[in-house]
């Protein structure tokens, strides 16, 4: 099952096709029909699609259906190899759009086909496609719902917990207008662009000192493209005030973290501490 549900966050490279109300059938036999169409910005690979799914082997023995669950499917369209693809006619419609996709059954199980599906037979997918969202949408309206849901008193809370722990560890600190505290151990040479490669070695740790993660263990620094939300908020602004070549550490309020969320290893409205050498940025 795991994999016809993640099937949906896959894409082929084809050539684009008019489909509205007809239905279109690709070289490796999947075919699909837009049939209410609103003729809005299409969706495309790395955006972030909301839908509702309903697929179902021939005799309409329904195997998913997340409108009874009331629960759409949210993900990143993304490319992968895997021939049995809804991509191609997921990436023709449009927010408000409908259709229906046939897709053979081997190119979804290959030879391992289950009992309920016979050889040479096809799934019908009946999607409701409700939204597309261009990354930078997404990350935004996350981070909108975020700070929706934080307690209004938490920056209060963390700005005392920041400036208690620079006070008992004597640390020479600069407070930014965000909260974030930025403490310059060694000066970078330059300032990274925005949209930049940026290559780091970091360990992070919770403010009572425990460690939740470090690319120094690894042996392997991370890279990330700067400014473009794809690490949390305090990385973004504090790794330019360090500077290429630079070190230091980067103490971050829970709001420009993982907020009231959290994430696994990081409990909610938890600040961070980062130990940062910026080694690169191109």
Not at 178 to 197: H, I
Not at 218 to 226: A, I, K, Y
Request: hydrophobic letters at 40%; aromatic letters at 8%; glycine letters at 8%.
């Amino acid at each position: 099952m795991k994999k016809i549900f993640f099937l949906v966050a896959i894409s082929f490279a084809i050539m684009s096709c008019k489909s509205e109300g007809k239905w279109v059938k690709l070289e490796n036999g999947l075919e699909y029909k837009i049939v209410n169409p609103h003729n809005g910005v299409k969706a495309k690979d790395g955006d972030f699609v909301e839908m509702q799914m309903r697929y179902s082997n021939p005799r309409d023995s329904v195997i998913f259906d997340s409108f009874t669950r009331n629960k759409p499917l949210s993900f990143k369209l993304t490319p992968t190899l895997f021939r049995g693809a809804l991509n191609p006619g997921i990436m023709e419609m449009s927010a408000g759009d409908s259709a229906v996709f046939h897709v053979p059954a081997e190119l979804i199980y290959d030879k391992k086909l289950p009992k309920f599906i016979k050889e040479g037979e096809k799934i019908t997918y009946n999607i409701k496609l409700i939204s597309v969202q261009s990354e930078d949408e997404y990350r935004k309206k996350q981070e909108a719902e975020l700070m929706a849901s934080a307690d209004p008193r938490q920056k209060e809370i963390d700005a005392e917990a920041i400036k208690k722990f620079i006070a008992d560890n004597n640390l020479k600190a600069e407070i930014l207008p965000s909260g974030l505290a930025v403490v310059v151990e060694q000066a970078g040479t330059s300032k990274p662009e925005e949209g930049s490669n940026v290559t780091v070695h970091y360990r992070g740790k919770l403010l009572d000192g425990n460690q939740f993660d470090a690319s120094y263990d690894r042996g392997e620094p991370f890279t990330f493209p700067l400014g473009k939300r794809r690490v949390i908020r305090g990385w973004d602004e504090g790794i330019p005030v360090l500077g290429v070549g630079g070190k230091g550490k980067l103490i971050i309020p829970s709001d420009m973290a993982y907020g009231p969320r959290g994430v696994p290893g990081i409990p909610a409205n938890s600040i961070l501490v980062f130990d940062v050498e910026v080694l690169d940025a191109k």
